[in-house]
């Protein structure tokens, strides 16, 4: 499956960003998804991730209460609502999926895009 983050850019802290992730090549509806992201020098930092079914998310406690993931598998497509930007969440934010549940760690997740960025100034 091949996945294509958009939706990033420039915004003011306080601001909100809507990140999509586009799939194709193959259906994603029994994958569980996921956002991380990776700030320059440090390592790829779990955001967001959601179930196949769409029911259940986990989070990262940075972004907890100011981000939401969600789903639509007949768009093929996954979504991050990000609300109250801080400039500590610029980022390149990557979309990825995997079959496992809710998992956190880069190492589960097999497809990843390419990454958008998101610039949050103060």
């Known amino acids: 499956v091949q996945l294509q983050a958009s939706g990033g850019g420039l915004v003011q802290a306080g601001g909100s960003l809507r990140l999509s992730c586009a799939a194709s090549g193959r259906t994603i509806e029994y994958y569980a998804m996921a956002w991380f992201r990776q700030a320059p020098g440090k390592e790829r930092e779990f955001v967001a991730s959601?179930?196949?079914?769409?029911?259940?998310?986990n989070y990262g406690d940075s972004v907890k209460g100011r981000f939401a993931i969600s789903r639509d598998n007949v768009k093929n497509t996954g979504y991050l609502q990000m609300n109250n930007l801080k400039p500590e969440d610029t980022a390149v934010y990557y979309c990825?999926?995997?079959?496992?549940?809710?998992?956190?760690?880069?190492?589960?997740?097999?497809?990843w895009g390419q990454g958008t960025l998101v610039t949050v100034s103060s």
């Open positions: 990825a999926v995997g079959r496992g549940y809710l998992n956190t760690r880069v190492d589960e997740y097999e497809s």
């Open positions: 959601i179930h196949w079914s769409g029911r259940t998310t």
